[in-house]
């Protein structure tokens, strides 16, 4: 069976996702090209030997509209002949691209192929390509006749039904600060990063990240989603859920070069990781954000591994129970988890996020020796990939 291996895997510093944000003068065809063009250009290869392009973007209209990674290949002096495709699984919308890219390598349908992607929330925000419109349906709507939830509440649920007090939810989302923010200090992300001019010079610190955050800090904010009705919906709910121990809003992009292990020793280049295994899974809509348990549980299966096999784990930050719900559940140690922070400081680009997690799974693997690293994220309708890479 043929090896498909991680040659490089870059990402943009975050952007907060909103007007005045650090990349919302950027557009997001422009800030993927960006990653894609210094994807190819720090490995000294011609993008004209890459066959495909898959990216992952969430909210495809206006500016992200009509197919946003073939137009970023064409932003990026991408030859003509290189194709592309746009892919929504929700918040784990780049990590699917990966997969894919991987599969198709490991299936010989690819030899070389980009898997990235791009969300500028400042720009599309975040709901816009559902305005005006019914993304659900009647047969849906007679099957959930109470109607599906935002992510929001999905997210008290889960602190509930797991008893994570809002001081467990606050000491967490203060770790992703500390670590996101030691880590840059370090120069942990200097790799991974690409930086970008901009108006204002080069940007190559991701902006959500707070280094002076506190969990006594974050203790005073209010619950960002109370609502009497769902409040009658739920009674179990109590309103832990805020904008600290959330993900933000965030722009960004990330990109990951992909290819045959064949391939990359022809060229002469040094792959970084090989991919050792792949889940996805749907899990409770309502719930929604928990589906990365059993996604976990497979890949573990599939990867012949155990738990404790694993030495890094990269775990979307959405919300902060989801996390610590996850750990609960499947027994890591969450001092593997997320060592350099998570989306609650660095961000959730959503469509990109998956990249952003690959590239820092990647370092923390080399920079602490373990052997195996496992991400997955949390998605929109209760869906969840999950992936184990292996060190090279």
């Not at 080399?366 to 209760?382: A, D, F, I, K, V």
């Amino acid at each position: 069976m043929t090896t498909a291996v991680i040659v490089d895997a870059v990402r943009t510093a975050s952007g907060k996702g909103k007007p005045g944000g650090a990349l919302s003068g950027t557009h997001p065809v422009d800030l993927f090209a960006h990653t894609l063009r210094a994807l190819v250009e720090r490995n000294g290869l011609d993008p004209a030997l890459v066959e495909d392009v898959i990216a992952g973007c969430v909210s495809q209209a206006g500016d992200q509209s009509l197919n946003i990674a073939r137009n970023a290949v064409l932003a990026a002096g991408f030859p003509e002949s290189v194709p592309a495709t746009t892919v929504d699984r929700q918040c784990g919308s780049s990590q699917q691209a990966a997969h894919f890219a991987a599969q198709g390598v490991i299936a010989g349908a690819y030899d070389i192929v980009i898997a990235g992607g791009v969300e500028s929330m400042s720009r599309v925000p975040m709901g816009f390509a559902a305005r005006g419109g019914d993304p659900f349906g009647e047969l849906l709507g007679k099957r959930y006749p109470e109607g599906l939830i935002p992510q929001g509440y999905s997210a008290e649920l889960i602190a509930a039904r797991w008893n994570l007090d809002r001081a467990a939810l606050d000491r967490f989302s203060a770790r992703s600060h500390r670590l996101a923010a030691q880590a840059a200090a370090e120069g942990a992300f200097d790799r991974e990063i690409v930086p970008i001019t901009l108006a204002g010079g080069e940007h190559r610190v991701d902006e959500t990240v707070r280094p002076a955050t506190t969990e006594e800090g974050l203790a005073g904010l209010k619950p960002a989603f109370v609502d009497e009705g769902m409040g009658a919906r739920f009674p179990e709910i109590d309103w832990r859920i805020t904008p600290g121990n959330s993900s933000p809003l965030t722009d960004g992009a990330s990109a990951a070069l992909i290819m045959s292990e064949e391939r990359a020793t022809a060229l002469g280049l040094t792959p970084r990781a090989r991919f050792h295994a792949f889940a996805v899974t749907g899990d409770d809509p309502l719930l929604m954000l928990t589906g990365i348990i059993p996604a976990t549980r497979k890949v573990l299966e599939r990867a012949g591994l155990g738990i404790d096999d694993i030495d890094a784990f990269e775990v979307n930050e959405a919300f902060a129970p989801v996390p610590l719900a996850w750990a609960a559940e499947v027994g890591a140690d969450l001092e593997k988890v997320n060592r350099r922070g998570g989306a609650i400081a660095i961000g959730h680009p959503l469509g990109a996020s998956g990249g952003r997690l690959l590239s820092t799974l990647l370092g923390v693997l080399e920079s602490t020796g373990g052997r195996y690293g496992l991400q997955t994220m949390c998605e929109g309708g209760g869906m969840a990939n999950a992936m184990i890479i292996e060190r090279l």
